[in-house]
């Protein structure tokens, strides 16, 4: 079994803390642990520890990849991080010649819909490269719904 198939196969039982023992103890160099470690974290709450391990990558010298970037985005939405979630995203292009895609797209969303901007949220939807999919509409209506704004999303 490799390293990045053992580390995810601890993160999905949710045993994050035998994961992260086994990164660390590994002192792995390769993006798909890193991003396996950092998409595990973000989607059990350790969003903080995912944001903390996704600084820490380019003082290894490793690169995030598209998955990597989908893993960050969503802690900076579960913590609020608005200005933090949007430096990662335009650092794709710009600093990783990493394309967003809806899953990037859906992630800026869903931040900027638990920040309660839903304006912006809306223009991010309008100005995405590619046909909005009912995932990002329905995000954005269900905060609307929840906020009373009968206008947003119309």
Same mark, same amino acid.
């Given at each position: %079994?490799? *390293?990045?198939?053992?580390?995810?196969?601890?993160?999905?039982?949710?045993?994050?803390?035998? +994961?992260?023992?086994?990164?660390?103890?590994?002192?792995?160099?390769?993006?798909?642990?890193?991003?396996?470690?950092?998409?595990?974290?973000?989607?059990?709450?350790?969003?903080?520890? +995912?944001?903390?391990?996704?600084?820490?990558?380019?003082?290894?010298? *490793?690169?995030? @990849?598209?998955?990597?970037?989908?893993?960050?985005?969503?802690?900076?939405?579960?913590?609020?991080?608005? @200005?933090?979630?949007?430096?990662?995203?335009?650092?794709?292009?710009?600093?990783?010649?990493?394309?967003?895609?809806?899953?990037?797209?859906?992630?800026?969303?869903?931040?900027?819909?638990?920040?309660?901007?839903?304006?912006?949220?809306?223009?991010?939807?309008?100005? %995405?490269?590619?046909?909005?999919?009912?995932?990002?509409?329905?995000? *954005? *209506?269900?905060?609307?719904?929840?906020?009373?704004? +009968?206008?947003?999303?119309?």
């Amino acid at each position: %079994m490799s *390293l990045p198939s053992l580390i995810n196969m601890y993160m999905k039982c949710g045993c994050i803390e035998e +994961a992260s023992n086994i990164f660390h103890m590994m002192n792995v160099e390769d993006t798909v642990s890193w991003t396996t470690m950092i998409n595990g974290y973000a989607e059990h709450g350790y969003n903080r520890e +995912a944001i903390d391990l996704f600084e820490k990558m380019s003082t290894v010298g *490793l690169k995030p @990849d598209y998955v990597t970037f989908i893993g960050v985005l969503n802690a900076c939405s579960h913590v609020g991080s608005v @200005d933090l979630g949007f430096h990662y995203f335009n650092s794709m292009r710009q600093k990783h010649q990493v394309n967003p895609g809806r899953e990037h797209y859906g992630c800026m969303v869903d931040l900027l819909c638990r920040a309660g901007r839903l304006d912006e949220a809306e223009s991010m939807i309008l100005s %995405m490269p590619f046909r909005p999919d009912e995932v990002v509409w329905s995000t *954005l *209506l269900r905060v609307c719904r929840i906020h009373g704004d +009968a206008e947003c999303g119309s």
